[in-house]
């Protein structure tokens, strides 16, 4: 079997080539052709000579990889402050994630905001701006919240939101977090919402209300429904680019809206 070390390795080449791919997917490519000819029934001679183990070989046990890298728990409750905790998420190299993306997101808006909205894994314009909720899905997620008096750019926290990501680093294709990356990177979300100490959560999309709330439907099934997150009332939303797609799922995210605006009413 191969090592803990050989694996991460692998790993981290298997998403800097992703990253090279779709870098040259932007660029317009689309097929991979060579100079030359390849005959792919001339095995290299490294290959031709390898031999089999021998059948009583023994092999050392495989290392637990997770022994290899850092205690996120342990460096997200080292953490005083978001800032530390923003510098502590810059300098971790223990996610390959990290190593196809072109910036950390982090998070936008006032910490110091009543309401904190949480978001799916950044899209291509949020990992090119390193800021979330970017491009055009960030521009109606701005006009949603003020329609209920709130706003990214407020200076007082009654009157601000705050987001961040479900992850720091975009995830190639926008597949869903695998199970050990989100084992990984919960601790340091955990502790951003700790840090901001919102009084409301809106956690939009369906992987997010997955992870965060428990839900194991949809969003669609479960947009508008209330839980909690460490004691702090959540609600799920759609996200700005479900509606951006489905714009008849507007009349919803304005009920859940409405919703939201009543509880900050009080």
């Not at 680093?169 to 700790?194: C, G, K, T, Y």
Request: net charge neutral; charged share 25%; proline share 6%.
């Amino acid at each position: 079997m191969e090592s803990a070390q050989e694996s991460a390795a692998q790993s981290d080449n298997y998403f800097r080539d992703l990253a090279i791919l779709d870098w040259l997917g932007e660029l317009g490519a689309t097929e991979a052709i060579s100079e030359a000819g390849i005959n792919r029934y001339d095995l290299p001679e490294i290959t031709r000579q390898a031999k089999k183990p021998a059948l009583n070989s023994t092999k050392p046990a495989p290392q637990d990889i997770s022994e290899t890298l850092p205690d996120t728990r342990t460096l997200a409750a080292s953490c005083t402050d978001i800032e530390m905790l923003y510098q502590t998420v810059l300098a971790y190299d223990g996610c390959a994630l990290k190593k196809g993306a072109r910036n950390t997101v982090f998070s936008d808006g006032n910490p110091a905001a009543r309401v904190m909205v949480i978001g799916d894994t950044p899209d291509r314009d949020e990992d090119r701006s390193g800021c979330p909720y970017s491009g055009q899905a960030g521009g109606l997620l701005d006009k949603m919240f003020a329609a209920i008096g709130l706003s990214r750019q407020a200076e007082t926290g009654k009157d601000a939101f705050y987001t961040t990501c479900l992850s720091p680093w975009r995830v190639p294709q926008n597949r869903d977090l695998m199970d050990s990356e989100i084992q990984l990177l919960r601790p340091f979300l955990i502790r951003h919402i700790a840090l901001a100490k919102p009084e409301f959560l809106v956690v939009m999309g369906s992987q997010p209300s997955k992870i965060l709330l428990g839900f194991e439907k949809s969003i669609r099934h479960t947009r508008g429904q209330w839980a909690q997150v460490d004691g702090i009332p959540a609600i799920a939303m759609f996200s700005p680019a479900n509606l951006l797609r489905n714009p008849l799922n507007k009349r919803a995210a304005w009920a859940d809206l409405l919703a939201l605006g009543a509880r900050l009413k009080g």
